[in-house]
């Protein structure tokens, strides 16, 4: 069964950057569409961005777009979110999930930005 472990979130400025790390065991990630999501508090969990198995494609949600970047190291069986020009609404615990047709996902990794 795949384990998601997510890593890497933190405390930055407005205007900073971090990279998420989501790694998997388990599984090879290649075989699932893996996506970033995050919820803050008081809200909805929401999508931030996703791709598909190859990673040939490739969404963002509109507040994010131009900003963040999924990537993934197959060989590492590890997906990545860069996250540049952090904004204080961009704070929110960050989700991994990957997807065929069982769901799985992390437990979560936090990000707070500060204004």
């Known amino acids: 069964q795949l384990q998601l472990v997510e890593s890497g979130g933190g405390l930055v400025q407005s205007g900073g950057s971090l990279r998420l790390s989501c790694a998997a065991s388990g599984s090879n990630l290649d075989r699932y569409a893996v996506a970033w999501f995050r919820q803050a508090p008081g809200k909805e969990r929401e999508g931030v961005s996703c791709a598909t198995t190859r990673s040939d494609v490739t969404n963002y949600a509109e507040a994010v777009k131009g900003r963040f970047t999924i990537s993934r190291d197959n060989a590492k069986n590890t997906v990545y979110l860069q996250m540049n020009s952090l904004k204080p609404e961009d704070t929110a615990v960050y989700y991994c999930?990957?997807?065929?047709?069982?769901?799985?996902w992390g437990q979560g990794t936090q990000v707070t930005v500060s204004a």
């Open positions: 999930r990957a997807a065929t047709n069982d769901v799985y």
